[in-house]
């Protein structure tokens, strides 16, 4: 599946696999600011154009552990609609001071498309039975 991609930026990356086999795609920081909430966010310089029924979903790369960094909506989500620049937007864990972080042109994150249903919800009353039933947190005893 062909899905357009545009640089916003002469620097910027186009993502690609890593590896044969690898679902996502590694994106590029090019840019990186401190925003007023104190998150670290990074600009990869890039749009794309995700297609009808499909979704973009944005991950931290399993470097991640290496940082004191988390990714603060944890699964960013690109709808088709979106065409502004894709960016990440990480937390550091204990603040910036001493903080090991990503720098321009690491590898911050990755990025999977997906094809999604559209659901419609139906109210009711009554809902069927199953073996789990309305077992919360840890009910399943694992």
Do not use: W
């Not at 090019?30 to 909430?37: H, M, T, Y």
């Not at 991950?59 to 991640?64: G, I, L, Q, T």
């Not at 065409?83 to 042109?105: C, L, M, S």
Request: no cysteine; aromatic share 10%; proline share 4%.
């Amino acid at each position: 599946m062909q899905v357009r991609i545009k640089k916003l930026h002469a620097a910027a990356v186009i993502p690609a696999y890593s590896k044969s086999g690898d679902a996502a795609m590694d994106l590029t920081a090019i840019s990186v600011e401190k925003d007023d909430d104190g998150n670290a966010v990074y600009g990869t310089g890039l749009a794309i154009e995700i297609p009808d029924g499909y979704v973009g979903l944005l991950f931290p790369r399993s470097s991640n552990s290496k940082t004191h960094l988390y990714l603060t909506n944890h699964v960013g989500v690109i709808d088709s609609g979106y065409r502004g620049e894709i960016k990440f937007k990480f937390r550091p864990i204990n603040g910036f001071i001493d903080a090991r972080v990503y720098a321009k042109y690491d590898r911050v994150g990755q990025l999977i498309i997906l094809p999604y249903p559209q659901i419609e919800l139906v109210e009711s009353d009554e809902l069927s039975d199953s073996e789990r039933g309305d077992g919360g947190f840890g009910s399943t005893g694992k």
